[in-house]
Every structure is written in structure tokens, then in C-alpha cells.
């Protein structure tokens, strides 16, 4: 029932960039994982974790990618460090319309960060040599309502892009064709 809690495991990756030496394993490692079928290919570009890289100032930033937006936020800040000013969307998790980032490269379709479900520890943590990427567990009360499966978010984003009825309609083309 909505509203009510339950006690949950909570996962988190503690991110220290001042050990992070922009490697870049995190984006193989979690895009080879997540291939279909597994480690059958390797592609940054679908990795749910990117790496901002400023050789030059010595900077890396991993970035985890988070919750699908279905449009731009209107409150935006920009970042200097180190003397660079930063674009305002440079750190943001959101899989968002104003961007590439965060989706599947060939169908546009959002990506997130699952933390590996399934494996024993997340694949970016464990490829991490530098120990840049700490996993860290703590219980916490929650919602009971559960989360929006990446399916749902995958036909949101598409209903977002094509609109509802398009999408209707392609749905039932496709079962009559079975
Ligand atoms: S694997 Fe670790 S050190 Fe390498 S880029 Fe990713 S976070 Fe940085
Ligand atoms: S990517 Fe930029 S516009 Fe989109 S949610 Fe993030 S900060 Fe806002
Ligand atoms: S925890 Fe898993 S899904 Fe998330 S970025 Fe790391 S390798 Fe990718």
C-alpha cells in the first residue's frame, strides 16, 4: 500500500576523485556487462557511468546515470574548478532530452545505473584499481511503492519522443504480425 515502509538495503558508490586518474575501465567494464549477451562488445557510449576528463588539469569526475527526465530542468548552476567553468548539465545524472548522454546510442533510449543486480559487487567498483569507486550499504526505511522497472522508463521515454497513440499502434501492428 502507498505510503507505508519497509526496511531496505540501500547501495551506494562513494565517489573519491582525487584518487580517480581517468582510466576509463569504469566505462568498459559497466557497458561490456551490460552487453547482450554479455562481454559480446564494448562501447563507452552505452556505459551508465561516464568519466569527465581534463587531462591537462589533471581532473576526472565519474558520473552516474541516474533518473530519466522527460524534460530540461529550468534551475541550472555552472561549475569552475581548477579556473574551467563548467557546461551546466556537466555533472548532472539525468538521462534528459537536452542531451546525449545517458542513452543508447542506436534507439535514444534512456540509461541508468542498476548497480549490477546480480553480480555479487558492481563491475565499475571492482575495476577500479584505484580505488576510486567505494560500494557502501546501509539499511533505510522506504517507500513501499517499488521502482519504475527500466522497461517502464524505456516506454515513457519512447511515449515522450513518439507520442502515446504512435506507440499504441506500432504495439498492436507488431502482435497481429505474430
Ligand atoms: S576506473 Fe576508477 S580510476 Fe578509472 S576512470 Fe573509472 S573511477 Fe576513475
Ligand atoms: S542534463 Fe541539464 S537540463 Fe537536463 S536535467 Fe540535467 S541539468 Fe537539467
Ligand atoms: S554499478 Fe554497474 S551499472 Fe552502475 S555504472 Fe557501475 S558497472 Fe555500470
Redesign the pocket.
Known amino acids: 500500500m502507498k505510503g507505508e515502509k519497509k526496511k531496505k538495503i540501500v547501495k551506494t558508490i562513494r ?1 573519491d576523485v582525487e ?9 568498459v567494464i559497466c557497458s561490456a556487462s551490460h552487453a547482450e549477451p554479455k562481454y559480446s562488445s564494448n562501447n563507452p557510449a552505452r556505459a551508465r ?1 561516464r ?1 569527465i576528463c581534463e587531462p591537462y588539469k589533471d581532473i ?1 569526475v ?1 558520473v552516474y546515470a541516474g533518473d530519466y527526465a522527460p524534460a530540461e530542468c529550468a534551475g541550472r548552476d555552472k561549475y569552475t574548478i581548477d579556473g574551467k567553468e563548467y557546461d551546466e548539465c556537466s555533472f548532472c545524472r539525468a538521462s534528459c532530452p537536452s542531451r546525449d548522454e545517458f542513452k543508447e546510442p542506436d534507439s535514444g533510449l534512456p540509461l541508468k545505473c542498476d548497480m549490477c543486480e546480480g553480480e555479487d559487487e558492481p563491475m ?1 567498483v571492482k ?4 580505488d ?2 567505494v560500494l557502501e550499504e546501509r539499511e533505510e526505511e522506504v517507500d513501499e511503492e517499488e521502482e519504475q522497472e527500466e522497461l517502464a522508463v524505456g516506454l515513457e521515454s519512447l511515449a515522450d519522443k513518439y507520442g502515446l497513440d504512435k506507440i499504441i499502434d506500432t504495439l498492436t501492428r507488431l502482435s497481429k504480425k505474430e
Not at 584518487?19 to 566505462?27: D, P, Q, V
Not at 575495476?127 to 584505484?130: D, G, R, T
Open positions: 565517489i584518487k580517480c586518474n581517468g582510466c576509463r575501465a569504469c566505462e557511468i568519466v576526472y565519474p565499475c575495476w577500479c584499481l584505484a576510486a569507486l
